[in-house]
């Protein structure tokens, strides 16, 4: 199977990414209808599981979207254990140094790139019998996390990891370690500095930066700045906003009676 990530990418435009903290496969298939590139199902701070996963997955099989996972830390159990169960992309936190790059290429890489176990129970299915181990080192998509002071400092250093096809910027955590409020949509000069710098680079290697945006006004402002992959938010996030909006909407229309 194809990886409409990289696809994407390839055609000059930027990937509209989707997020899913619900372990829900019906969830997971409204999302995946929406016209995102692809969709994330997150292991670190949603509520999703091994096997909510792999039901966010069978749901959103139908539609023309790469499925993707945060892992919940760069550890090579989880990351062989998602791959299997069909993430096309791996997006893994709090990598801060060059040697922690290095070891999430290896635990997501078969041999002789990496040291992945062979055993794609459902991953192989995506392809006839034995096709999947052929493409997966050049299919799967690998997005470290940068988003700690420490992985600023490193910066060049761990874009310098073969292996990996960019970084993805947490912008709440990376304020965070730098003593500012966690926020997404950051507009901090220091932060906004940092975000060039990092698209730079990125540029220089020939990688694709992503970031995790609150809706479509960070996003668009992201992919204006050079944001190869921006995320919109996430489906709470989402549903939360427009709930609101109508609830809102409603009470103010109605002239008090609600």
């Given at each position: 199977?194809?990886?409409?990530v990289?696809?994407v ?27 995102f590139?692809?969709?994330t ?9 091994y ?27 989880i ?8 993430a ?47 493409t997966?080192?050049?299919e ?11 992985a ?40 906004l ?61 109605s002239?008090?009676?609600?």
């Amino acid at each position: 199977m194809a990886n409409k990530v990289k696809q994407v990418w390839a055609s000059g435009k930027a990937v509209v990414n989707a997020w899913l903290a619900i372990p829900s496969g019906f969830s997971a298939e409204v999302i995946a209808q929406c016209g995102f590139d692809s969709v994330t199902v997150d292991m670190q701070h949603g509520v999703q599981d091994y096997l909510s996963m792999v039901q966010c997955f069978q749901s959103m099989h139908a539609h023309p979207v790469t499925p993707m996972v945060r892992v919940p830390w760069n550890e090579p159990g989880i990351i062989g254990k998602v791959l299997d169960g069909g993430a096309y992309g791996v997006i893994c936190p709090m990598v801060n140094t060059p040697q922690e790059a290095k070891n999430l290429v290896s635990y997501a890489k078969y041999p002789p790139k990496g040291v992945r176990s062979n055993g794609p129970i459902r991953a192989g299915m995506y392809g006839s019998a034995g096709t999947y181990q052929q493409t997966a080192n050049d299919e799967i998509v690998l997005l470290p996390m940068m988003e700690t002071k420490t992985a600023v400092e490193n910066m060049e250093a761990i874009l310098d990891v073969e292996g990996i096809d960019g970084v993805y910027i947490g912008p709440s955590d990376l304020g965070f370690s730098y003593g500012l409020v966690p926020k997404l949509d950051r507009d901090e000069p220091e932060i906004l500095k940092i975000y060039e710098k990092i698209i730079k680079e990125c540029g220089k290697r020939g990688l694709n930066p992503g970031i995790h945006c609150s809706g479509a006004d960070g996003a668009v402002r992201a992919i204006n700045m050079g944001f190869k992959l921006v995320t919109l938010s996430n489906e709470v996030g989402l549903m939360q906003t427009y709930a609101k909006m109508q609830v809102n909407a409603t009470r103010e229309k109605s002239g008090g009676k609600a």
